[in-house]
């Protein structure tokens, strides 16, 4: 076994393989760019080397300088991790060359999966199930045409390299297809330098199912059995599960046998998924195969008993593989979803900003959490946005999502905005619960997925404000040697009557007063022409309860002086910030005279001067953050006072661009 080894790679991922290593005694190295030099994966290995730049392509795409890093620091394996340089050839060879392992294929089975097109080519020789289609070298137009009608309609067009749904086009007839095979080509000659494109029958309502595969030194090969990932945005995987709800023991051993002749195609040593698009009917054909570990692995672990890095380690350094195909045996059922700083009302735009907040659930038996960050660390503009894996495990599918219900019920992210309202009405959705859903389903969906702007009922309203009341009136200041004195409230009580308090909540921006009268748990709230006579009010061991007009209820609720975060009866979630009781009305008109930056990024175009008189919704400013382009756009019609953006300038999030005049 190795006894020093290097990860090339960052956040979750790295602090994943170095807890293995931990535990297996060997030492870990890390390297890291100028935006990581404090983040937890340096913190967490033995040892920490510094490579470059905050860019990908400035430190952890810079093969040269990680593998001088290796060689001084002595390290005898280098562990890719999932992405940057982990299926990258000219790397795996150059680790080869420098006498250091690569933890991971040869160069040749990367090589051999690199190209789709390619790649079903060799599955085809090894009878491997396809997509009927045409995978050829002839690129002609009119050739490809009549390979089409062939094929049949409808039909799916993807770039023969690169993934991630670049390229990709489904055309209808055959009327569409020109159209469509220019547009396919043009994106992918943009995304990978490479105009080539294979055909495949498109399959209607899909799921994709795939098969966790290792291979050794020593020739053999299995499986570990299959991963669902039909849960998807935009080809994206949202949602990941093993055993799938779709699968019959007939049917797994069916698939499991074509995964195993995929990588026996190969000769194929380390850990790899080979990917199946799989019909309503239960046909299924080889999509591709990953030469890497992947970011659902923890899902196959739990339900396995087995440390699949340490896999990879063990095999990396000649040792065969643990078990037989025989002796692999499956128990429970295990889900993860991944915890992203992003805004899903905005399009799933990425966030990026200081964690003020960052409460996950505990980890145990049931529940385990992979991530690369703590609180007060800072997602940066230059990388993934994810904050951590959420897997859950159970002895059924029905007990797994009800933990995991209550897993994402127990977090809580203030700075940038997350994804976990988004999940959580993911966990509660019908096609979700009953295992029926496809590939496509929540982009045709989304709306299903998504809270809107829907302002919260008046209900929520009065937990939240009873429960702030509350919070408040724990604030002890003054008297502490006489906790019990009446001065020490601050329960606005007066002698004689009930004193009357403002409390101001906001939501999404928009903001809510409720009138309150009473104290100590006793109240008359009213928010407009509603009204509710609250008793009994008590927050305890995370939950608020209460007798709400003669009702009782309990509410999951936690508070503090910032904020009160709940759940309806529904499981919706609610995070309200507190606000000040009164605000000038000059204060909030203020946020119309400006635009700020939402997030760090880089000024692409200014296309206002100042002087200018704009309407609202006029395009502005354009930024670049996190590989996307912004619009930022007038708030209000009006006359511009200043313009402080300059094209290619980077700024600070909440920085302020523009300034209208009053």
Known sequence: MFERVLIANRGEIACRVIRTCRRLGIHTIAVYSEADRDAQHVRLADEAWPIGGPRPADSYLRGDAILQVAQQSGAQAIHPGYGFLSENTGFARACAQAGIAFIGPQPESIDAMGSKAAAKALMESHAVPLVPGYHGENQDAGFLAEQAAQTGFPLMIKAASGGGGKGMRIVRNAGEFADALASAQREAASAFGDTRVILERYVEHPRHIEFQVFGDSQGHVIHLNERECSAQRRYQKVLEETPSPFLDGARRAAMGEAAVAAARAVDYVGAGTVEFIVAANGEFFFMEMNTRLQVEHPVTELTLGLDLVEWQLRIAAGQPLPLRQEQVHAHGHAI??????????????????????????????????????????????????????????????????????????????????????????????????????????????????????????????????????????????????DPHSPWARADAWRIGHAGKRLVALTLREQRYEIEAHGHDGDYQLRHGEAHSDVRGARLHDGALSARFDGASRRIPLRSDAARVLLHDAHGQRYSFARAAAFAWASEEAAGGNQVIAPMPGRIVLVKASAGDHVEVGQELLVMEAMKMELALKAPRAGTIESVSAVPGEFVEADAVLVRFEA
């Open 336 to 481: 993860e979803v991944r915890l992203y700083a992003e805004d899903p009302e905005q399009n799933f735009l990425p966030g990026s900003g200081r964690l003020q907040t960052l409460r996950l659930p505990a980890p145990s038996a049931h529940v385990r959490l992979d991530g690369g960050v703590i609180e007060g660390d800072t997602v940066t503009i230059f990388y993934d946005p994810m904050i951590a894996k959420l897997i859950v495990f159970d002895a059924t599918r029905a007990q797994a999502l009800q933990r995991l219900r209550e897993a994402l019920a127990a977090c809580e992210i203030v700075g940038p905005k997350s994804n976990i309202g988004f999940l959580e009405r993911l966990a509660r959705h019908p096609a979700v619960v009953e295992g029926r859903i496809d590939t496509g389903y929540l982009d045709r969906h989304l709306d299903e997925f998504l809270q809107g702007d829907v302002a919260p009922p008046t209900d929520v309203l009065f937990a939240a404000a009873a429960a702030a009341l509350l919070q408040d009136e724990l604030g002890i200041t003054t008297s502490p040697a």
